[in-house]
């Protein structure tokens, strides 16, 4: 990809995503105190020049656990995505591209995940599994698996049977070949779209899960226990809600611009034409 | 006073590689009830033309020069204005009927709400109006097939439902572009036909690549190339004495007339020659081919070439 | 070099309960000559790219033998077609669409000999740039992409991909149907010099019979999935027999002639042509009839003969 752009939308996402990971990365360094460590005798603090973000029900940071949830959510994200795409890719492309009974066993799976609400399967998968941060994982990409295998299968069919793929089978190729030289770089860019908003979702989802119990479990930072945690006291300490809400706002918001930014940037359709 | 008149016509996209020059002052008259084809290839400019008369290009399009219909400046009009003659007294026939069809309507609504569009015909008035010029076109059964939806018109077919959409408001001028792409012999010749016929009494700019249809359906022919008219002449005149040598080299390059090539291709519109566009694959250029921009010379029998070798 | 006997390609479309099936090429049978251009001309529809398709066993035929060289082809085990391959090739119709949007031209060109493998890659280049070169583009076009180029270049590209296979027998189809005039008659006249050059064997598809005169030894007319006439082009110009073909002659001579409907005939039995046959009788509707050879490589498939 070029990185000489003029698209807005991936200068604005790509600078977030940048500046998360890199608190995520430096976050000892970045957050002024250990996010863990309560500070009992300023519970509840407003934000003041010693806690910018204020302090929580424990006299914890807000501003450092805040910073540190970054790691998780990141890493939640990224690892999600990833490995459902790594299991959309296989299933979408072995459905797609030879089809047949492969394609019918393979897309009656993905209906029968697809038939349970999302939410509903996350969180019986996470409460049978039990809490964490790994079973939450595994439970996220329960969910988010079959739109990557049906976007492959997709994007597959509408162009495995192109002259230029037909053209190469009458050169000789067999499907590796074709496979790997045609047909994945042809069909990577939508994926990678879809993608960087899932990684957003999926951000959204675990703090939804972490909110909910399912998830990390204190005392590790994570925006969605924080704001499970401060639900009790919004009332008397609404910052204990806003900081961690903004950073998933913030988050997911720059994740959707970065995905947008590179749908217009490489999809060909949205490229001028001049008629003639 | 013509039915139309172009003048100095330019027409040019801002890109973020350089500005393209599709049309490079176009002078064009259409006098009233005839027929002129504008015969180019891919990239001359005549789509673009075509769209400009009807105001239909793109909002980034920079736009210069006069159009004249009956005498009315178009390119000074507001939008207003101009729909009230755009499908109305000018109608363009698109490329492409496929995409040009609305897919989830029937063609007969579709006709329907160009005859509304234009005329206070109640429903059932407009119904009646839609059969009438379907069956104008040649479609048999017309009643029934007009509650059909186009993917259950063949290529021909579509054709003909858009000749009938743009007769829908009468209008006394119609720009057909490349209405015969496509299509196969049989059918391209009826489709030329029917053209032939509903324009009888209107005036026509028939824009293609087709030569033969072309000298069939017009009265006089111009030829453009790279966003210039190169020739202008009676159907003729051109067919059997062209002056131009791009008019000379198109017409041994079809396949009827031994397929002999221009060798070369057409320029880029971003970065045209200097003097005369054809130079670079013409065989008689000369030196001041290459320096100079060649005046539209006047022949005999109203004929036009814009080549020094008649100066 | 290839003899086709009697193949038939049924579609089939509909779901499960009502499986519909459309017949697009019925009993075909043709052959062409090692060295010669066989044209197959037909409107569209009428299943001449089928037929194209099937002689190089991209699609599967329903039935029939296609023999090439002497090896039928629709016996052959995926391995042994896929070493086939390369000497059977195909150009299509539309350039844009039948090279990688995503491939470099000069990886496009270079396909066939990586598939082949075992050659180094300065090898690799300097054969790329002589074909670059025989088909007419220049060096540095090399390093574009498709969408970089115009149509007539992109199908030089095409046709610089399929002689890198080196073959023997290549199926064009209606290669410059989507071209100006100009750039037409420049691809056309490379075809001819290629084809003279390399000794290949040619069916050119086509639906433009000036065309198909041009570039053909002998032609074949199809309609309605059938080959309705097959003769020496020259020949067959001033002595077409069938209707049809003399039909399409007219039409493109711009005679007035009788302007037919625009329907096969796809009831059982009769004449694939006889509902639009200005001299269709009683026989042409209930007996399918048989091909005949007339003398001089002239066959036709009509009752009047």
Redesign the interface.
């Known amino acids: 990809m070029r990185l000489r752009t003029k698209n807005r939308n991936i200068l604005i996402g790509m600078s977030i995503v940048m500046c998360l990971v890199f608190i995520a990365v430096f976050a000892p360094l970045v957050a002024p105190h250990d996010p863990t460590e309560a500070d009992l005798g300023a519970r509840l603090e407003p934000p003041s020049k010693e806690y910018p973000f204020g302090t929580d029900h424990l006299g914890r940071c807000i501003l450092s656990r805040v910073i540190y949830g970054t790691r998780v959510s990141l890493l939640v994200g990224v690892t999600v995505i990833s490995a459902s795409l790594l299991i959309g890719l296989v299933l979408g492309t072995a459905s797609g591209y030879f089809g047949g009974l492969v394609d019918e066993v393979i897309m009656r799976l993905v209906d029968g995940f697809l038939a349970i609400p999302s939410m509903f399967l996350a969180l019986a998968l996470a409460g049978a599994l039990g809490p964490g941060l790994t079973n939450m994982m595994i439970a996220l990409i329960a969910v988010e698996w079959t739109s990557y295998a049906r976007v492959v299968r997709g994007s597959i069919l509408s162009i495995k049977d192109?002259?230029?793929v037909?053209?190469?089978?009458?050169?000789?190729?067999?499907d590796v070949?074709i496979l790997t030289?045609?047909i994945l770089?042809?069909i990577i860019s939508p994926v990678i779209v879809i993608a960087t908003m899932g990684v957003g979702y999926a951000i959204l989802a675990a703090a939804g899960l972490s909110f909910l119990g399912f998830g990390v479990q204190p005392p590790t930072p994570e925006w969605g226990s924080m704001l499970d945690s401060g639900r009790l006291f919004l009332r008397k300490a609404p910052h204990i809600m806003v900081f961690p809400g903004l950073a998933i706002m913030i988050t997911v918001l720059a994740f959707n611009f970065l995905g947008d930014g590179l749908r217009d940037e490489m999809d060909?359709r949205f490229r001028?034409e001049?008629?003639? | 006073m013509s039915h139309l008149e172009i003048s100095n016509l330019r027409v040019r996209f801002p890109t973020d590689d350089g500005v393209v020059r599709v049309t490079n002052g176009v002078d064009l008259d259409i006098e009233e009830g005839e027929n002129l084809g504008l015969i180019g290839e891919s990239g001359s400019g005549k789509t673009v033309l075509g769209m400009a008369i009807v105001r239909l290009l793109p909002g980034d399009a920079k736009i210069e020069g006069t159009i004249r219909f009956n005498g009315r400046d178009l390119l000074s009009l507001n939008e207003a204005e101009m729909r009230s003659i755009r499908g109305r007294e000018i109608v363009m026939i698109l490329q492409n009927p496929t995409n040009s069809l609305n897919p989830v309507l029937t063609i007969g609504s579709q006709i329907e709400e160009a005859v509304r569009l234009h005329s206070e015909l109640d429903k059932e008035r407009a119904k009646k109006k839609v059969v009438e010029l379907l069956e104008e076109v040649g479609i048999r059964s017309a009643a029934r097939r007009a509650k059909e939806y186009p993917h259950q018109f063949s290529g021909g077919m579509k054709e003909r439902a858009m000749i009938a959409m743009a007769l829908a408001s009468d209008p006394s001028l119609i720009i057909a572009d490349e209405p015969t792409k496509g299509l196969d012999v049989t059918i391209k010749r009826r489709v030329v036909k029917l053209i032939k016929e509903v324009t009888k009494t209107k005036s026509m700019l028939f824009i293609t690549h087709d030569l033969g249809s072309a000298a069939e359906i017009c009265d006089r022919i111009a030829v453009m190339y790279a966003g210039e008219i190169l020739e202008i002449a009676g159907t003729e005149d051109l067919l059997n004495d062209p002056l131009h040598p791009y008019t000379k080299g198109f017409l041994d390059s079809l396949p009827s007339r031994g397929l002999k090539p221009i060798p070369g291709m057409g320029p880029s519109l971003i970065d045209l020659p200097s003097g005369c566009k054809f130079h670079p694959r013409c065989d008689r250029a000369m030196k001041l081919c290459k320096r100079e921009d060649p005046p539209m010379i006047q022949k005999e029998n109203g004929r036009r070439v814009r080549c020094f070798q008649y100066a | 070099m290839l003899e086709v006997h009697r193949i038939n390609k049924r579609f089939s479309s509909g779901g499960i309960f009502k499986k519909n099936y459309i017949t697009a090429v019925d009993d075909v049978s043709f052959s062409i000559n090692r060295g010669e251009t066989l044209g197959l001309v037909g409107e569209s529809g009428c299943g001449k790219t089928t037929v194209g398709k099937l002689v190089l066993r991209l699609i599967e035929p329903t039935s029939g033998k296609i023999i090439f060289d002497g090896v039928d082809v629709t016996k052959l085990r995926k391995k042994e077609l896929r070493k086939l391959r390369p000497r059977m090739q195909m150009i299509f119709q539309d350039p844009d669409s039948s090279l990688d949007p995503r491939m470099k031209i000069g990886d496009s060109i270079a396909e066939p000999f990586r598939l082949r493998g075992g050659l180094s890659r300065r090898v690799v280049g300097e054969r790329v740039s002589d074909l670059v070169e025989t088909v007419g583009l220049s060096p540095e076009h090399v390093n574009r992409y498709p969408y970089q180029m115009s149509g007539g270049q992109n199908q030089r590209v095409v046709l610089a991909r399929a002689l890198a296979a080196n073959p023997d027998f290549v199926v064009a189809d209606e290669p410059t149907s989507g071209l100006d005039v100009s750039v037409q008659a420049q691809l056309l006249n490379l075809m001819n010099g290629v084809k003279s050059d390399l000794a290949l064997t040619i069916m050119f598809i086509t639906h433009d019979l000036e065309v198909v005169r041009y570039m053909s030894d002998r032609v074949a007319v199809m309609y309605g999935g059938k080959i309705l006439e097959v003769g020496d082009t020259e020949y067959l110009f001033d002595h077409a027999e069938h209707p049809y073909t003399r039909e399409l002659l007219a039409q493109q001579s711009a005679e007035d002639y009788y302007v037919p409907e625009d329907d096969v005939n796809n009831g059982d039995g009769g004449c694939v042509f006889c509902s639009r046959c200005p001299f269709a009788e009683e026989v042409c509707k209930n007996k399918e009839p048989v091909m005949v050879n007339i003398g001089r490589d002239h066959q036709v498939l009509c009752h009047r003969v």
Not at chain 1, 166 to 174: I, M, Q
């Open positions: 192109q002259e230029f037909v053209a190469s089978r009458g050169l000789g190729a067999g070949y030289r045609h770089p042809n060909p001028k001049i008629p003639h």
